[in-house]
T-cell receptor, first 113, second 114 residues
C-alpha cells in the first residue's frame, strides 16, 4: 500500500517556468510534510516543509500548497533554473517523536536552458 | 555543523564478506536512522535509534545488524549479503521528541555486492 502518491514521475520545464509536483496521502495520522531534493550521488536535502495547520508556505522560489480536506499537497518552483534539475521527493511523517519519513516515489525534474 | 558524515562513500563486497558502514553526526541529535535507497526509488526506512537504543526495525533481514555505540555514531554491520542488497545506504539524524523536525541525511554509502 503506497501511503504517499507522487506525480508526475518526470517533468521537463523551460528555464524561467514554473515546476509543479503533486502529492497525495491517505493516512490522516501524518502531520508533517517535507519536500526533499536529491542530486545524483548525494543524499536527500530538505527544501521546505509544512504542517497541516497551514495552507501555504513560501521560501524563496519554493512554495508548498496544502489541502488538508483533500489530503493533497504540492510543490511549486517558480522561475525554475537548470540548477534545480534533480529528483524531488515528497514525504510525510507521523507525530511519533521521531522523524521517520514515508516518501513518495519521486519526480525527476529537468529544467532546460 | 549541520553535517552527517558517512564512510566509506563506496564499498564493493563479496557475499561471504563482513563489512561495516559508519555514520557520524555532531549536531546533538538523539535520533539516528538507516535508510536504503535502490536506484530510481525513494529511500526506505530500515532502523531507528533513539537515545542509542534500537526503537524501530522495519523487518530488516538479520544480515544487516545496526549498532549505536554512542550518541554521535551509528554503524551498520553487513554479513552474508546478497546481490539484491546493492543500494545506496543513507544515514540520517534528527532531534527527538518534537514531530516534524528536520531529518539531516548523509551522502550515503554506495554498496555493491558481488
Amino acid at each position: 500500500q503506497q501511503q504517499v502518491k507522487q506525480s508526475p514521475q518526470s517533468l521537463i520545464v523551460q528555464k524561467g517556468g514554473i515546476s509543479i509536483i503533486n502529492c497525495a496521502y491517505e493516512n490522516t495520522a501524518f502531520d508533517y510534510f517535507p519536500w526533499y531534493q536529491q542530486f545524483p550521488g548525494k543524499g536527500p536535502a530538505l527544501l521546505i516543509a509544512i504542517r497541516p495547520d497551514v495552507s501555504e508556505k513560501k521560501e524563496g522560489r519554493f512554495t508548498i500548497s496544502f489541502n488538508k480536506s483533500a489530503k493533497q499537497f504540492s510543490l511549486h518552483i517558480m522561475d525554475s533554473q537548470p540548477g534545480d534539475s534533480a529528483t524531488y521527493f515528497c514525504a510525510a511523517s507521523k507525530n511519533s517523536g521521531y522523524s521517520t519519513l514515508t516518501f513518495g516515489k519521486g519526480t525527476m525534474l529537468l529544467v532546460s536552458p | 555543523d549541520t553535517e552527517v558524515t558517512q564512510t566509506p562513500k563506496h564499498l564493493v563486497m563479496g557475499m561471504t564478506n563482513k563489512k561495516s558502514l559508519k555514520c557520524e553526526q555532531h549536531m546533538g541529535h538523539r535520533a539516528m536512522y538507516w535508510y536504503k535507497q535502490k536506484a530510481k526509488k525513494p529511500p526506505e526506512l530500515m532502523f531507528v535509534y533513539s537515545y542509542e537504543k534500537l526503537s524501530i526495525n522495519e523487518s530488516v533481514p538479520s544480515r544487516f545488524s545496526p549498532e549505536c555505540p554512542n550518541s554521535s555514531l551509528l554503524n551498520l554491520h553487513l554479513h552474508a549479503l546478497q546481490p539484491e542488497d546493492s543500494a545506496l545506504y543513507l544515514c540520517a539524524s534528527s532531534l527527538l521528541g518534537t514531530a516534524g523536525t528536520e531529518a539531516f541525511f548523509g551522502q550515503g554509502t554506495r554498496l555493491t555486492v558481488v
